[in-house]
T-cell receptor, first 116, second 120 residues
Framework: AQSVAQPEDQVNVAEGNPLTVKCTYS??????LFWYVQYPNRGLQFLLK??????LVKGSYGFEAEFNKSQTSFHLKKPSALVSDSALYFC??????????????FGTGTRLTVIP | GAGVSQSPSNKVTEKGKDVELRCDPI?????LYWYRQSLGQGLEFLIY????????KSGLPSDRFSAERTGGSVSTLTIQRTQQEDSAVYLC??????????????????FGPGTRLTVT
């Protein structure tokens, strides 16, 4: 069965420090992996995705994520956090080759707070 | 418009009443999805439309929930005889190609701002 886990409900980081938001997944085959960000009273915004190729994926707003197959992880990272990065972050996974709309699985979200 | 829009942004209704939630997807996107987001939970898939094909209703939690998509564009999610457990944020998303189409599963979804439904 497919699933995705975000082990931290809350992450606090000081402005200017590097940030990491963790995500691990479970699929039978190869995954497609996505990160979305949700600002207050806004819908989810797409940040980046891993489909194939280079394990390091770069996305919007200076974020990047590294696909690690052996650890089944897709952690979101940014070298220097901004206060404006404070938001709710969702990881999502779909098994490659699976069709159907109901097999995109979202994590429960991690709330990132960047402290000035 | 540039993005997915939803209306109303907030809806408060009494238990037992019917509600309609509207979604305007990005122009040209063939696929449209409805999700429900409850506090502390991930997104729960509800229903999916792809072009003119029959919708995938596999996520609808009960027969009180229904949705339609007119002309391959605007969609309305209807909840009949609302219950308190229906209180949540209802999100609509669209994508260029839907996950139900071969090769479509790699396409990201673009979300609207959601409708916060409160059933009293």
């Amino acid at each position: 069965a497919q699933s995705v886990a975000q082990p931290e409900d809350q992450v606090n980081v000081a402005e200017g420090n590097p940030l990491t938001v963790k995500c691990t997944y479970s699929v039978s085959g190869n995954p497609y992996l996505f990160w979305y960000v949700q600002y207050p009273n806004r819908g989810l915004q797409f940040l980046l995705k891993y489909i194939t190729g280079d394990n390091l994926v770069k996305g919007s707003y200076g974020f990047e994520a590294e696909f690690n197959k052996s650890q089944t992880s897709f952690h979101l990272k940014k070298p220097s956090a901004l206060v404006s990065d404070s938001a709710l972050y969702f990881c999502a996974v779909r098994e490659r080759g699976q069709t159907g709309a109901n097999n995109l699985f979202f994590g429960t979200g991690t709330r990132l707070t960047v402290i000035p | 418009g540039a993005g997915v829009s939803q209306s109303p942004s907030n809806k408060v209704t009494e238990k037992g009443k019917d509600v309609e939630l509207r979604c305007d997807p990005i122009s040209g996107h063939t696929a449209l999805y409805w999700y429900r987001q409850s506090l502390g939970q991930g997104l729960e898939f509800l229903i999916y439309f792809q072009g003119n094909s029959a919708p995938d209703k596999s996520g609808l939690p009960s027969d009180r929930f229904s949705a339609e998509r007119t002309g391959g564009s605007v969609s309305t999610l209807t909840i009949q005889r609302t219950q308190q457990e229906d209180s949540a944020v209802y999100l609509c998303a669209s994508s260029l190609i839907g996950a139900g189409v071969a090769g479509g599963s790699s396409y990201e979804q673009y979300f609207g701002p959601g409708t916060r439904l409160t059933v009293t």
